[in-house]
């Protein structure tokens, strides 16, 4: 078969379910790492990555062995994936809140994220399932229930589709992982300049409150060993002196010498990927190490 698409020029087509090996092994596999959520991430034992999402571990499973059988050279494209927003009791993760949270993050994942770690330059091409539940298809609840609006033209629930709808894009998180991912790009104190390239930098979030910026920016610049000399008194991006600006610098230092991968710009909810280079005063932020 993949010889076939080789010789035609064709994609492979995969449908990626994060749910269903979320939903058999629950036990093992966090939500929030079903879910595009902050988390510690796994470690590949086979290639050594760091996955912060089933999603890209699922895509890249199938990378490494289309590798495997020497053909790198296919493209793929992902034809379904979603998260069913009603379940039966026996369906673990199956409800409103996991549904817009995975179809939300994987969406903000997409326009911001790039590829995956095993392919870093090569950017997906995804199709969500589906666009209204199935109410007469058969078997489990799951089944009919994966659409983003209901037979009557409802809407199930709000996610965004764009880049400018992210930026009022909130993630609740259900109670199994508590409390409230409030998520915003470049604020008060800085301004944005458009962007082409694809490329992407990580700004703080100046809604989450000074206490727990004030945390990251410390982590960021000392644990994180991001670059924060550009940020002290009398260095090029001292001014405006602010927390936000200071804050946006460093994460973003971070975010760049972690190689852009997905949950290295989170902070905890103090930060935020944006695709348009932020600008605070006359500092321009680094886009590579």
């Known amino acids: 078969m993949l010889e076939f698409l080789r010789q035609t020029g064709s994609y492979l087509m995969v449908n990626a379910y994060p749910f269903f090996a979320y939903e058999a092994n629950s036990d093992v596999i966090s939500l929030d790492y079903a879910l595009f959520r902050e988390n510690p991430g796994v470690v590949d034992a086979g290639n050594g990555l760091r996955y912060f999402n089933l999603f890209d571990a699922q895509i890249d499973a199938v990378f490494a062995a289309m590798s495997t059988l020497k053909y790198n050279d296919i493209k793929m494209v992902v034809t379904e994936t979603g998260w069913p927003s009603k379940g039966d009791e026996n369906e673990i993760g199956a409800s409103v809140a996991n549904a817009a949270a995975y179809n939300g993050n994987l969406v903000r994942r997409i326009l911001t994220g790039g590829g995956t770690p095993l392919r870093p330059k090569a950017d997906l091409d995804v199709f969500l399932f589906a666009l209204f539940n199935e109410n007469k298809k058969p078997g489990p609840s799951s089944e009919r229930n994966y659409g983003l609006f209901y ?6 629930y709000d996610i ?22 409030v998520s915003t790009p470049v604020t008060r104190g800085g301004s944005v300049s458009p962007s082409s390239s694809g490329q992407t930098w990580c700004v703080a979030n100046g809604e989450i409150g000074k206490e727990k910026l004030q945390a990251a920016l410390d982590y960021a610049c000392g644990e994180g060993q991001a ?4 940020i002290q008194p009398g260095a090029t991006c001292y001014d405006p002196n602010t927390l936000v600006a200071h804050a ?17 710009c989170d902070f905890q909810g103090a930060a935020y990927v944006v695709t348009q280079a932020p600008r605070f005063g006359k500092c321009e932020f680094p886009t590579g190490y």
Do not use: M, W
């Open 227 to 230: 670059d924060c000399h550009p």
């Open 151 to 156: 037979p009557n033209e409802e809407k199930v």
């Open 248 to 264: 946006s610098f460093a994460f973003n230092s971070y975010y760049q010498k972690k190689g852009r991968v997905i949950g290295t």
């Open 160 to 181: 965004p589709f764009t880049v400018e709808g992210l930026k009022n894009y909130r993630d609740v998180q259900s109670p199994v992982t508590g409390g409230v991912r």
